[in-house]
């Protein structure tokens, strides 16, 4: 069975994207912002290159979390001009 986002969108509706594991789609922060793919950045691949059993972890973590707090003031900028 296929699960939706069903995050609010500005028409009132509901997200219609599939949802990923935690139940909200990409754009709705569904997927980890964090490493994907070696080859999609040379700045990744050095960091997987020197990658031991979570030893940047901690920093990694750190990454994501200010990603994510700018991801929520870009979001909320959106809904302002838009
Ligand atoms: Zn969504």
């Known amino acids: 069975?296929?699960?939706?986002?069903?995050?609010?969108?500005?028409?009132?509706?509901?997200?219609?994207?599939?949802a990923c594991k935690n139940g909200r789609c990409m754009n709705?922060?569904?997927?980890?912002?964090?490493?994907?793919?070696?080859?999609?950045?040379?700045r990744l691949a050095q960091k997987m290159g020197s990658w031991k059993h979570g030893r940047y972890s901690k920093e990694t973590i750190e990454e994501n979390r200010m990603l994510r707090d700018f991801m929520r003031s870009s979001d909320s900028f959106l809904r302002q001009i838009w």
Do not use: D, F, I
């Open 28 to 42: 709705h922060g569904g997927k980890s912002t964090g490493p994907k793919n070696v080859s999609e950045s040379g």
């Open 1 to 18: 069975m296929v699960r939706l986002c069903g995050a609010r969108n500005r028409n009132g509706g509901q997200c219609q994207r599939v």
